[in-house]
């Protein structure tokens, strides 16, 4: 029985043979916290014999099992995310995990009819655990058992036939996603996700066929194995797997090389919901957070965000015109009116003095006379509020040192004083990038400091959308460029400690249960703001603001860049390659392009071809690899387009076994969701920017004119929104589209 493609049914088959085994893991990770936990109960008796050794001996049993419990504990989460299955390899020895060694496979593994039997299956997750029999039911991922599930290509398979990630949360496993290594090879494996294609073409009769398979895994490869010394950027059309390629290659470089790439891994995204997809390719590699996967709208700390902003404000506030109203507000958010105080006044060697209005002004004028961060600035505007209060107290010394231990006694009062304290705090206030950012919401104050930069009318638009409640994705990189602009004060770092462990003498003797990998992951990913290797997906989408945010993250790093000028949303794309290229520096740079759709059918490719054509004239779209016979599907809407919608997306729910999408303008993202209610899980609406990166076995893209008409990008957002079915597509017509007498709109038709 061949390698085989999943037929209705199987992928929860698998899914269920993943969650017993999972299940096992469970159980036996159960007994050896037991087992941990009776050790622990044991050194205790020890201790009560009360010689000095035993005490001895206690403390250290304590200590060793103490640090395996707690380690068992903090793997409890997330523990299982791979698995492959290996030919026979040359030799029969086993490693201390108890997987067999050998890399390659024996002479005979494969046989003359290309048939072969799976001989070793291994789980790869965060620690090892051996069953009774000292069998591996799980490989730890730093083993080097666990080596060919991040090394292993189409083109270098060694042992590996299938690999396969798990997706599971708590003692849940949630899905898998295959990818089959030797398509050519029969083995009865039944195939998930993407591999399933790779199957079905490996397995194709004709030569062209296969080495269309071969060019996908060389093309593919020669990505993933680039050398990570510079600037790997990779272009390709939809469904080239330029994803799949960045995340396998993050994979490969931090198993090849984790001592360099301990700085972290930064993976970014356009869209949360991509995010959500590629956490299901990538695993999370063990308890160091290595790997941060991250939308857009999440890379800085405390800040999530899912609106977007209409095309026209967005335009402004990812250009760089944006960069010197936030000079101006950083600095001009100083002022703050009628809370700005105007009189400074202390009581020095018995005498008041003061500083005026006009004095303060000056001296403020002075201390921004410098380049720091504002709120760097603070201590600066303290010492020259001191000097200019100490020669208006007049006090003068012929005595040098006196003077200075004057001077010291002076300073040390009145800095300590109430009311200059809260003086400070009112002329010099700490800003938070959000103050700022609120301010900018005031149109009068927007319009001071955007003076001969934004128009009235851009002015009116950026403050209206500030006044919204909820952040955009756009705000986000304003947000992190103020962060830069005013500096941030120290944060505490001091380790809370428990008064009980203090007491009891338990925190010298045994290690802190202090969070779960996930935690600690987390905690280290929110504390990083430097990376050693970058990749931003969907590169084309980042607008100019977008790039300096990324750019600060990966000063001193390595970088992968992928993506398709051709589905690029953002509409200057020569003031965003400027952003990319001041971000990236002077690093050399490696180019790479994919050229096989294994997404979408010829049928649907040759639609989306149509509307590339106008979009970016002389493009070439990459070559589908197969075709279904099934043309593209053109219905007119009626006068209840919610109703269409719905009956559409009806349609193909029947005709498919997965997954439908149903693609709108943006500004009908809240009125697709309520057209599609009730439909289950398998349908999900989504506005035509969320699109990007993510696929479906079938799509209905609604009034295509829609989705051109909302951006100066438009057409090439309609490219993307038509490129996201692997089966079958539905185009929903309106009277925008100008459609035919069979349905097809004006933009979609041939000439």
Known sequence: ??????????????????????????????????????????AAQRGQVGTPGALAERDAQVFRAGIHLNRLNSEFEDFLFGRIDLL????????????????????????EDATADIAETLHIGRIGVLDTDYAPLVIDWRAPAAAPFYRSTPVAPGRVVRRRVIRSKGRRVLGVEDDLLRPELTTGLPV?????????????????????????????????????????????????????????????????????????????????LLVAYTEGVLPSLGEEGQVAI??????????????????????????????????????????????QPSLLRVVAFGRRVELDAQELDTLRQQVLGGTAPVNLLRPRARRLLLDALWRKSGRRFDDQQLAAEERQGFDEDISTEQDFLDFLDGWWPVLGPADVLAALADEKRLARWARRVLSPPEVRRVARSLRRSGTSVHDVALLDELETLLGL????????????????????????????????????????????????DEAQDLTPMQWRMVGRRGRTATWTIVGDPAQSSWSDMDEAARARDEALGSRPRRRFTLTVNYRNPAEIAEVASTVLALAMPGSESPRAVRSTGIRPRYEVAGDDLGADVRAAAQRLLADVDGTVGVVVAMNRRAQARGWLAGLGDRVVALGSLEAKGLEYDATVVVSPAEIAEESPAGLRVLYVALTRATMRLTVLAGERDLPDADGVPDLLRKD
């Open 192 to 272: 998930i996700g993407d591999g399933a294609l790779m199957a079905a073409l490996g397995q194709a009769r004709t030569h062209t066929m296969r080495d269309i398979v071969s060019s996908i895994q060389a093309e593919q490869d020669l990505v993933i194995r680039a050398p990570a010394a510079s600037v790997t950027e990779v272009t390709g059309g939809p469904g080239t797997g330029k994803t799949a390629v960045a995340l396998h290659r993050a994979a490969y470089l931090l198993y090849q090389d984790r001592r360099r790439y301990a700085g972290g891994i930064l993976c970014v995204s356009p869209t949360p």
């Open 489 to 536: 004060p120290p944060r505490d770092k001091r380790r809370e400690i428990d008064p009980m462990d203090q007491l009891t003498g338990l925190d010298e003797l045994m290690p802190q249960r202090g969070e779960s990998s996930r935690e600690r992951a987390e905690r280290l990913a929110r504390e990083r703001t430097e990376y050693a290797h970058v990749i931003v």
């Open 294 to 339: 991250r939308a857009v709208g999440s890379l800085v700390d405390g800040v999530t965000a899912d609106l977007y902003d209409d095309p026209a404000v967005a335009r402004i506030k990812g250009s760089l015109r944006m960069l010197k109203v936030l000079r101006n507000a950083a600095r001009g958010c100083l002022d703050r009116d009628d809370r």
């Open 88 to 111: 026979r390899g040359k030799d029969g020895k086993k490693g201390a995990d108890g997987a067999f060694t050998s890399v390659d496979p024996a002479d005979d593994a494969i046989r």
């Open 1 to 42: 029985m061949a390698a085989q493609t999943a037929a209705p049914g199987v992928r929860d088959q698998e899914i269920a043979a993943e969650q017993a085994h999972l299940d096992r893991v469970y159980h036996r990770l159960e007994e050896k916290i037991h087992e941990a936990e009776f050790l622990m109960s044991d």
